[in-house]
């Protein structure tokens, strides 16, 4: 079955420093990718998703996002932290033929003055 | 905005006592969705639709059901609420495309307490 594992479940960085939240799937058939963020009391909202048009994701606020088969990651990233970043991260797939969407545990990510 | 409502938004109750949450949808998608999120775990599917009375179960199903007879209505039922159930509990949507996969749309939570 598959699974989505998220290496680091908090995660702290500079403001200005380099964001690097990590997400690896467990299949040999590249699933469709997601990361999603989610701030306190509120639901969740796509960050961006992997179409396989392109394995450089953009997404929102400045994310984006590798995917690379050879390792099975989909590592998100942000050149500069920003403290409105601190909030908690999801990596979520959706193997092809079903619509269930599988969700990594989370990494909380804190952003320091 | 996804136009996704969650009801109640909080609530407290004993345990062995039935438990109904409510998702409702402007969005007319074909899929909804229900999670419980708890610390350590994410989000873990609880069950999902496909249609109008189509459901199939997630990876935590025990103690759940659900009923979908209108597309806009997704009913999460807890028949007898263990404190094992307490949780924040999320809806979500997704549309079917003809190719890719689109991502899903959240509601904004239901938090539950079983004393």
């Known amino acids: 079955a598959q699974s989505v594992t998220q290496l680091g479940s908090h995660v702290s960085v500079s403001e200005g420093a380099l964001v690097l939240l990590r997400c690896n799937y467990s299949?040999?058939?590249?699933?469709?990718l997601f990361w999603y963020v989610q701030y306190p009391n509120q639901g969740l909202q796509l960050l961006l998703k992997?179409?396989?048009?392109?394995?450089l994701v953009k997404g929102i606020n400045g994310f984006e996002a590798e995917f690379k088969k050879s390792e099975t990651s989909f590592h998100l990233t942000k050149p500069s932290a920003h403290m409105s970043d601190a909030a908690e991260y999801f990596c979520?797939?959706?193997?092809?033929?079903?619509?269930?969407?599988?969700f990594g545990t989370g990494t909380r990510l804190k952003v320091l003055a | 905005d996804a136009g996704i409502t969650q009801s109640p938004r909080h609530k407290v109750t004993e345990t062995g006592t039935p438990v109904t949450l409510r998702c409702h949808q402007t969005?007319?998608?074909?899929?909804m969705y229900w999670y419980r999120q708890d610390p350590g775990h994410g989000l873990r599917l609880i069950h999902y639709?496909?249609?109008?009375?189509?459901?199939d179960k997630g990876e935590v199903s025990d103690g759940y059901s659900v009923s979908r007879s209108k597309t806009e209505d997704f009913l999460l039922t807890l028949e007898s609420a263990t404190s094992s159930q307490t949780s924040v509990y999320f809806c979500?949507?997704?549309?079917?495309?003809?190719?890719?996969?689109?991502?899903?749309?959240f509601g904004p939570g239901t938090r539950l307490t079983v004393l």
């Open positions: 299949s040999s058939v590249p699933p469709y």
């Open positions: 992997y179409t396989s048009a392109a394995t």
């Open positions: 639709s496909y249609g109008v009375k189509d459901t």
């Open positions: 979500a949507i997704s549309e079917s495309k003809s190719s890719g996969r689109p991502e899903q749309f």
């Open positions: 969005e007319n998608h074909r899929y």
């Open positions: 979520a797939v959706s193997d092809q033929g079903t619509y269930k969407y599988i």
